[in-house]
């Protein structure tokens, strides 16, 4: 690469390592780019943008406790105007850039909103709604300790975004969704971090399917502080031959009955 792009990565990376966090930074569907909250631009280029489609975040900090009311959409979570359009059955992908941290499970989960005239997804309570898990990943080979876990893997170091696409299930109702991304990381010993972002979809198709209640959490309450997932030291010896790692919130729903 040329100087003018090393010093942009370094400069990238620098800062990067400086704060040692970060978060969501845009969305893509099919060759749309559509670009999220960025906490280092001025609020006031952002808020209540009409292009904005993802809730406000304002900081790269993480959420340090599961019972957090804003474990659901980070803080302040404030809610966009627009929304990402997107089909059942295609993947709306989630772009990242130096993600750092390598250690713990990723998810991706959908919350059906409000219908449009009652407010759409601007009238929903993060808090209050049903989120069902629709994607996850977590240690992919070797220990708990020093093996590849995906959020190690998906990491680009060459300047190309890091891409996580999911999949909208094919066979979902219609209509007006939040996504939310979620990051937990654990290489902190008993001190986990999660990085939560939501986006407003409408999605579209002709699909009936939704998920029973048993698959349907709250943020906070989908997790307990002490699960040994979350409350975690990976840095023991019993970590260190461990070659499995349970990842939180429960089942996957894939519209599949
Ligand atoms: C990606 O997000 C960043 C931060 O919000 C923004 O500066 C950039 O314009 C976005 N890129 C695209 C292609 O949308
Ligand atoms: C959606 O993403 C998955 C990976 O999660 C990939 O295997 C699949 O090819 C993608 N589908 C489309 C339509 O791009
Ligand atoms: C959602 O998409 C449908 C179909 O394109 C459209 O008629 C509707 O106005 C959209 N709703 C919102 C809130 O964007
Ligand atoms: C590994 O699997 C066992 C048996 O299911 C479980 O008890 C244990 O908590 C798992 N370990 C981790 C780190 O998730
Ligand atoms: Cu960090």
């Not at 010993?189 to 009936?208: M, R, S, V, W």
Request: aromatic share 14%; net charge negative; hydrophobic share 40%.
């Amino acid at each position: 690469m040329g100087i003018l792009a090393s010093l942009a990565l370094a400069t990238a990376l620098a800062s990067q390592w400086v704060y040692a966090h970060g978060g969501l930074a845009n969305y893509t569907v099919g060759e749309t780019w559509y670009r999220g909250y960025d906490p280092d631009q001025p609020a006031e280029d952002q808020d209540g943008k009409p292009w904005m489609i993802q809730r406000k975040w304002a900081s790269i900090d993480p959420i340090f406790s599961a019972t957090s009311p804003f474990l659901a959409c980070n803080d302040p979570g404030t809610p966009p105007p627009s929304y990402i359009p997107v089909a059942a059955g295609d993947n709306i992908t989630a772009v990242y850039w130096y993600w750092l941290h390598p250690v713990g499970p990723m998810t991706a989960w959908l919350a059906a909103c409000p219908a449009e005239a009652e407010g759409g997804c601007a009238a929903a309570d993060v808090n209050e709604v049903g989120w069902f898990k629709v994607w996850e990943a977590g240690l992919q080979e070797g220990t708990v300790t020093e093996g590849m876990w995906w959020q190690k893997s998906f990491q680009n170091w060459d300047g190309s975004p890091d891409l996580w696409p999911v999949t909208i299930p094919a066979a979902l109702r219609p209509g007006l969704y939040m996504i939310r991304h979620e990051i937990l990381s654990i290489h902190i010993e008993d001190k986990p971090q999660f990085y939560p972002e939501c986006a407003h979809l409408n999605i579209t198709g002709a699909g009936t399917a939704v998920p029973p209640a048993s698959y349907l959490k709250k943020f906070p309450g989908a997790y307990d502080p002490e699960d040994p997932s979350i409350k975690i030291n990976i840095y023991t010896d019993a970590m260190r031959n461990t070659y499995n790692y349970t990842i939180p919130g429960g089942p996957i729903w894939d519209g599949k009955l």
